[in-house]
């Protein structure tokens, strides 16, 4: 009896890990969208227009990893878009005063700023979709009134932004960027007691408070890192265009959330993770490609991609997992 | 008369787990028939599919000589056959006599139009069938459970006046949450059905079944093992059969009262909270387990909670080791060394769709780790298993979902999550073995016990009065939210089942 159960143990720890495997539906979406692209267009595959696609989906990743962990945790995060809007603006104006460090500065007031919301969120049980709704406005007019709303050059002198818009051995520094943030973030999910607690409130609140897991500093953490991730996203943005404008980001919030989900993140939270994040992000971004490539004319495109990704989403999410739909 | 049903070679399997294997069957017309078996015995998966919630693979059921599809709920209905669920089936938010007629067709709501005087009317008639007298426009939410229950037992009986033949009715262990007064009033009801009904009765209580059944089946592992006239059999008998060995008879003769420090670890002092409970005074010291008996409502489940910081607190004090402690949240108790182990385990014990192996390390996993900082996973996972393989968990893997055990291993895995703590001094067990059988409650209560001879104090809010006075050192009995009695067992006397009831109602 013993031994029988010892061994079924072990056989256990050595059977395989079904996480590892769920984000295997998306990444084959994400396959097919990219053999029917090169397809109708070979370009497209080149190595060449693979770096700039990647150099392109970049500030869409970075805001889906980062909206992904509040809805992980049964939140979630709508005031990225205005993070990474004012991000651009506040880079110009703080200038004059922090020169060189500026970008570094504007990312670690992104992440008070995200902080208080999640402490605001958690300690006074307001509601994440109304709180991040109100500083998604805030942060949004912020950003029209210090800009005069107008676009503005990016000053030459700030370092983390002359760094990202260059490049190292032909890899542009905004994907080296992301990709130290995903191993960052995935060691921390990994190894500390955050990643556990994460999933742990998503799954069941009541139960984790029970558990006795830190509710309020779980989320306190987690807006941070999101507004963070927002903050280094509208970072990505600026070094591309070079020029900071007060509405940089308005279109990505959508785009952010249909990531999550094309990742195969649930809504309802408990169910996903950071690859999936990683993944729905590089089938967002590949999805405006696509709408390119098939000559949509630009009025339609919104159209065009609505409906790929409604296609999309309804082959990646396995609502198996999900339960009832809502 | 009519109303016998017959299974024939009955076969279920989900995915490669066969829940029930060649199940023959015969429901005889007008009598009780009690259906018993372990967490996982394959009880469940018979009365769905006789529910019409779940489709046999192999195998007939046959109404009356006509073999019968049962493809969904409506369809049972329609052949008279109603369950009563454990869980309860009822709307909250809907009144009353709205989930009376929720799934039948009534006149009162013909084409999608409520009529609400006549529907309130015809529920208030369904009501008095049972003799209960509860305001049809009542909300369900804000009935007490045993009332719900009732609402539900008129449900299902609403379902006579579809058809012409005496009704089906499956009971899912109807009297797991219910008050020893509750429980004798669902028994009238069911005696007074005998004979005009057939009727199907689950329970863990093996003295209940043998009371309220006329034949018993036992199952196994989702084969049928045993038949029996409830006449012809006896509880020990019955407890064999299920559980394949013997019950240990006289599980408290082997407990010593352990070595008592001079403070006591645990000590309460006029502890009060709202309606709840008053003036709550009692002590507990090293290695003791106290046991709190008291029906819904008494204050015991809040008194727990209120330990374990989980409940608002009025006034008194709560001191752990002579210091004053007062736990203001769960997070704050577990740092003074307290678990829980809550009665609705679903919704606060356990995360459902997580690994077994992820709910045994939520609270504890960083006592194993690098500093308190940073995850071990090699260290943590073998304390797990151990633990769980102690408490006798069944499982394909440890990474399996939790929600895909039967109950008793659930709370077994939610056990093992608080003694992984390196530093528990108290552990507060609200209802430990509700829902759980005869087997896989005498492994939680033997790893409690053991526990307990290691010096941890355990504070134990008891389903019922004989597991109470096979575990416990003292008890304490709590009435509308004050101590009514206390009693000392620890010198071996034993106090009758009678005495603590008395002090309970």
Redesign the interface.
Known sequence: MGNA?DS??IA??R?R??TLLRGLGPLAVLIALVAISAAIAPGVVEVDSLVSFLSDAAPIIALVIGGTLPILAGSIDLSVAGVASLTGVLVVVLNPIFGPWTSVVVILIAMAFGATQGLLHSWLQLPSFIVTLGTLSMLSGLALLLSNATAEPIPDNDLFVTYLSDSTADIPNTVIALIIIIAVLGLML????LG?DI??LG??E?????????VIAVRTIIFAISAGCAAIAGLFLISITAFSSPTLAGNLLLLSIVGVVLGGTAISG??GGLLPAVVGGLITSWLRIVTVIIGVQPTAQNIVFGLTALVAVALTTDRS?LGIIK | MTGSLVLKGVRKTYGSVVALEGIDLEIRAGQVLGLIGQNGSGKSTLLKILAGLAAPDQGEIILDGQPIVLDSAATASRYGIGMVHQEQSLIPNLTVAENIFLDKPHPATRNGLYRWGALNKAAQAQLHKISVELPTRALVEDLRFAERQQVELAKVLAIEELVDRPPIILFDEPTSVLTPDEIKLLFKQINRLRGNATIVFVSHRLEEVLEISDRIVVMTDGRKVAERDSGSVDRNELYELMVGRQRVTDARSDRKPAAQASTPVLKIERLSSGQHFRNINFELRRGEILGIAGVLGSGAEEVCRAVFGAERVDAGGIAIEGRAANPTSPRTAVRQGIGYLPADRRAEGMLPSRSLFENAVLTFGLDYGWRSLVLRRGKERPVALEWMKRLKVKMHTPYAPISSLSGGNQQKTVLAKWLMARKLKILLLDHPSRGLDPGARDDLFAVIREQADKGLSIVFVGDTISELLELSDRIVVMRDGEITARFDLTDGAMPKEEEVVAAMV
């Open positions: 159960l079924t143990l256990a720890l059977g890990r079904s990994r190894y500390l007691r556990r999933y742990a799954t069941g009541r139960a984790a408070i029970m558990s006795a897991v830190n408990g169910v997992k």
